[in-house]
């Protein structure tokens, strides 16, 4: 039995859920779905609507190495679980001011025993360990009421040709923030944003600490291939809708790439790896200082970088001597365009 709570989950922090101070009062309404990991339920909370995510003690195993370097289960807990897995995701979203690449998430709440019996008598008593703090993550509710069909989920999670633009930016945005996703899927991505990080590692993480473990098959690549091929791929967006077909690609094509004169004689895998190293989502590059000179000094990945006038800079720019050089300036550029002969009207 783990003896782990919400103060063994490393930085990034998420906020609490705020009541206003008022009781915790929770009222489940249905539930919207479930996985291996969780129970997702429409529920209002303290009177307002909200999707509530309920995390079971359902754990990925992990890497044996990683097994070895932490060994206990209260250790390896903060990276393995679903729960610390979205706490650091969204919070790190939030520390960078990134929200608007997912569905918005209003923080976390510690479930009491009554949540507990409702729970029990709903879900799975084999779901949840009762010895032990249970967490849940409250987030927006989306509308998720379409027919079940190819057509109608990838017109879900893209909406439009300039939303999948804007979905394969977000993407590359979380590499660069040090989050990857690990399940990208048609039922995990709505209108162009993310709504699940079960399955999320974030940086500093165990895994992200070695790139020797990365290859073709690291987290990086394969989100970016199975985002691609909800575009490209068998029932992806442009087989489905192809009056708007979209070129845009995360990954170079391994059948150009097949072509180029330089990987004549190259298998697959190696080529697979060109495309691993062609991506900038590298787990090894983030870092506390690059990414806020990405995200808070006015630059984003894949956008121009534009000057962003400071408060400091507006105050330099209005002050009295630089108002008086401006005057002379002026005073000067109107004298140089007076008329010569203005010296001899005089005589």
Known sequence: MLGCDVTCIPEPTLHQFDTGGAPLEIDFINKLGEGVHSYVWKARING???????????????????????????????YIHAFPN??????????????????????????????????????????????????????????????RCCHEDIRRVFVSPKMVKETFQGLRTMHR????????????????KYVDFSRSWT?????????????????????????????????GWNELFPAEKILDRLLPSLEHLGKLRSNKGLSEGEILEKCFDSWPGHPENFTYDRAKK??????????????????????????????????????????????????????
């Not at 919070?91 to 019996?117: M, T």
Request: with cysteine.
């Open 177 to 192: 923030l040090g989050i990857f996703v690990g399940d990208i899927k048609e039922d995990n991505i709505s209108g162009g």
């Open 86 to 147: 979205e706490y650091r995701a969204f919070a790190r979203l939030k520390e960078f001011g990134q929200e608007h690449l997912a569905v918005a998430c209003y923080g976390w709440i510690e479930l009491d025993q009554s949540h507990y019996d409702f729970m029990d008598r709903h879900i799975s008593k084999q779901a949840w360990f009762r010895g032990r703090k249970r967490y849940a993550i409250v987030k927006e509710l989306l509308d998720f009421d379409y027919p």
């Open 48 to 78: 307002n609507i909200y999707a509530l995510k309920l995390f079971t003690d359902e754990q990925d195993r992990g890497h044996p190495s990683f097994r070895e370097m932490f060994g206990s289960d209260d250790a390896r807990w903060p």
């Open 294 to 347: 990405l995200f808070r000094w006015g630059k984003f990945p894949g956008r121009k970088a534009k000057h962003l006038k400071t408060t400091k800079h507006l105050e330099r720019w209005n002050c009295e001597p630089c108002e008086k050089r401006r005057e002379m300036q002026r005073a000067r550029r109107q004298l140089s365009r007076s008329p010569k002969s203005s010296c001899s009207t005089e005589s």
């Open 203 to 235: 940086a500093p993480h165990p895994y992200t600490a070695d790139p020797g473990k990365f290859s073709s098959e690291g987290p990086p690549f394969r989100d970016a291939d199975n985002l691609e091929v909800m575009v490209h791929g068998e029932d």
